[in-house]
């Protein structure tokens, strides 16, 4: 399976596939802090947001990086939970790679006033990463089977995760709970708090990883 993964990530960097991700990450960096200097956690939280779509989309390159022909000897040589894990492992590498790449930028431009807050905004967008590479696997091309429906799918999933993820929601399960997790490092969470947050990020991550993986099986 680690050949496999070795084998994705590296047609997604070569492909060229990785560009865009990097030049959409050190926009939105640059948009978030061009106010100037900003407490870490709170700017980590905001970042996180801001990532979610772009971390979506890597994944879905990603993953629709490889021809379904190719993709279907995948499943035949290595069996079909490892071919679905081995994608969703590389899709989490390149994600990992972007969030670093985004909370180390702050850094070289003057944005942090200190490191005081840094182990919360890296919780967050970890609760982002893993929730972005679920959405990006239920927009790939092996589920939706149109670039249409597949874009429809990560542009809606990215807007219900800032509109129904807002703290009093009234159906705030049906999203990731990103913006919620953003208001409150800003307001210096006890550790209640981010349980509570991760646990909702990680059911829901599991639930969408679920009806991938199921329809991924009844699509084949």
Known sequence: MS???RMRLTAFVRGGRALPGLLGTLVMVGIIYGGGRSDAAEAYG???VALFPVVAWQAKLLLDTEPDVQRRLAVTAVGPHRELAAGLLAA?????GTVAFA???PWLFGAITGPAGIAPGLWAHAASLVAAVGLGALASRAVTRSTLYGIAVLVTGS???IVLG?????VPW??????????RLADHPDS?????????ALLWTAVVIAGYARMRRTRS
């Open 174 to 183: 049906l999203a990731p709970p990103l913006m919620a997790a953003a208001r």
């Open 159 to 161: 807007v219900l995760a």
């Open 46 to 48: 905001f970042s996180a």
């Open 103 to 105: 909370m180390i930028l």
């Open 92 to 96: 989490a590498a390149v994600g990992a």
């Open 166 to 170: 807002l703290d009093g929601s009234v």
């Open 3 to 5: 050949a496999l993964v």
């Open 192 to 200: 209640a708090s981010l349980v509570t947050l991760s646990a909702h």
